[in-house]
């Protein structure tokens, strides 16, 4: 039961990264707008909150700062891919190189700089349940603040107009123009909230996950993530699932070495991988799952009064 | 107001102007980056640009760099012509780099003309396997190349990892984390002695000619550019899209398995954990910038090579951080996109003319 707890409090913060940054590219995806940047994203929001921190004594500082950095780098993909409506892939890919360059060349001087990130603050009377008092209510600010962000993603998309409007763009962004809607405004917005999610993913690995700098620290979690919208057919409570999912799996390797099981750590770190891949695959299954669910208007650029 | 509007006729200036351009925004950002540093911009460009170059040794390293990027980029150049988005460049490279070692280690005792063939043939099978790992994905099970090819990076990545940390580390190697060094039959002999430079940069031109020839010159090359363009033209024209897909990622596995087991071959000489500063990823711009054209390619893989020895020369002569290759390819392909936009769009300063009927004029006039 110990153990049982342990590993799902543990799954859950393993979870977390990935359930910010697909929420902010669900909402992004919504709108018809393909954002591959999110690793870069990512990486500029762990550098930016992580130097934002260790310079100004604050962590509250430094997830501001990652969120800024998120949405700047979004707006320049924003920019490129809604303005200029480049192919939405290559200026994704393009945010990502930029992405990994950029904080590689701002963290260059603070790797290996340490901070005290955040801790667990229990939530009186809810974290006295057994199991799950632990494993939802023993954990640090940043992971209640994803429930919350999911449960605001979710009140959103199906309660308001705003979601209504939202969808009414990634659906068929000519047919919300001739309803007065400002579809490139919409775009902009959504692709921000995207980039600001991404930023604060990243700033949870920098500022509690592992709270350091290094290099590339997203690990392909910025990938991950795009699969997972996928995988949850754009739906907010399956990318909870989904998220917790992978974070599962990539912690497995630790599980399986404190039960004695003996095998090579890097043999072990492909599992999140070679499950994305396993989920991409039971995906396909049923195309016309993915085909329903897709936001019908997904990866095309849209130029009003064509 | 500015406005956007879309071009009558893509701009065929404007498709050559653009990376030509990307390189001078780049420069022009690059130089108020280094004023920003408070150093010398003058002279950070000259060190990053030109001092690498400047003389045969430093010729004869950019060739060498050249060599990877360039094998990379020819095979990407096929799967991108045809619109297949495979970034799977890395995973292909290092598995071509892990199946040579596998082979030369095997071989470490061998001498004889067939060693050489023989470890090079294993990279480019290990890196036809890994994409055909994705192209099947694709083909038969519908999943998103891009997706799969980015997930087969990072598991190549960590068998390369595993296999120099288990199976092919040396022994007798202090315990560092790398195979034993190759026997002399299975290294690449130099192209011009007393240089690092080696038979790679030969495979990488020879390579980019195949693609040349393939586009200019072949019937499959012709299909790859309608599937590209319009999907359902190439369907109606009864051009296999399968069999198409295959043939891409065959080709660019191939290529990149070849630039990884050269490179294990030709300069390192061993299996290392650190065996591509990120070639794989490097092409994606190479091509992107050398507008999926032979002699473009060629051109871009030698810019990309100089941002790799400008990089090492800049980390050593103005004490910055080595990330600032990194950083210049991606100022470089983000400039390159948005000057792209341009071809297909011009600016304008008034509103534009347009031809509509009265009922969708006045909709219009109520819009804004």
Known sequence: MELLTNVLAATVVAGTP???????????????????????????????????????????????????????????????????????????????????????FVGAGFVGESIDGFTRVAIPLLSDI??????????????????????????????????????????????????????????????????????????????????????????????????????????????????????????????????????????????????????LILLSWNPARTRLNTPLSLGQPYRPGR | MLLLERRPVDSALMRWTSPVLALVLTVITGFFLF??????????????????????????????????????????????????????????????????????????????????????????IAGMLWSAIAAGLKTHLNCNEILTTIMLNYIALNLLLFTVHGPLKDPYGFGFPQSVMFAESALLPDLIPGTRLHLGLAFGVLAAVAVWVLFARSFIGFQLNVVGQDQRAAAFAGFGARRLTWFAFLVGGATAGLAGASEVTGPIGQLVPQVSPGYGYTAIIVVFLGRMHALGIIAASALLALTFIGGEMLQIAMNMPKATTGLFQGLLLFYLLTCDAFIHYRLRLKQPVRQSTPVAASAATQEA
């Open chain 1, 130 to 279: 057994p199991v799950i008092g632990r494993v939802l209510f023993d954990q640090d600010a940043l992971v209640y603040l994803s429930l919350v962000a999911f449960a605001g993603v979710w009140f959103f998309l199906r309660h308001t107009r705003g979601g209504l409007l939202l969808r009414a763009v990634g659906e068929d962004p000519d047919a919300a123009n001739a309803n007065g809607l400002k579809v490139l405004t919409v775009r902009y917005l959504a692709v921000a909230f995207g980039g600001g999610m991404a930023g604060l993913a990243g700033a949870y690995l920098s500022l509690a996950y592992t709270p350091l700098w290094t290099e590339n620290m997203t690990a392909g979690r910025g990938w991950i993530a795009l699969a997972l919208v996928v995988f949850a057919t754009w739906r907010p409570e399956r990318v909870v699932l989904g998220a917790y999912l992978f974070g599962a799996a990539s912690i497995l390797h630790l599980v399986l070495q404190g039960l004695g099981w003996k095998s090579s750590t890097e043999l072990l770190a492909m599992l999140p991988y070679v499950v994305t891949i396993l989920m």
């Open chain 1, 18 to 104: 990935l359930l910010l940054v697909a929420l902010g590219e669900l909402i992004c995806e919504r709108s018809g707008v393909l954002n591959l940047g999110q690793e870069g994203m990512m990486l500029m929001g762990a550098v930016a909150g992580f130097v934002a921190t260790l310079t100004s004594g604050s962590l509250l500082v430094g997830v501001v700062a990652a969120i800024l950095a998120g949405i700047a780098m979004s707006l320049l993909f924003a920019f490129m891919a809604v303005t200029l409506a480049a192919n939405q892939y290559a200026a994704g890919l393009a945010l990502t190189i930029f992405g990994t360059g950029l904080s590689a």
């Open chain 2, 35 to 124: 004023l920003a540093m408070g150093k010398d911009p003058v002279e950070g460009l000259r060190f990053f640009f030109i001092t690498p170059i400047s003389d045969l040794i430093g010729l004869a390293e950019l060739g060498l760099k050249m060599a990877p990027l360039l094998l990379c980029a020819a095979g990407l150049t096929v799967c991108y012509r045809a619109k297949l988005w495979n970034i799977g460049a890395e995973g292909h490279f290092l598995m071509g780099a892990l199946g040579a070692s596998v082979v030369a280690v095997q071989l470490v005792d061998a001498s004889g003309f067939w060693v050489l063939p023989l470890v090079l043939v294993a990279g480019v």
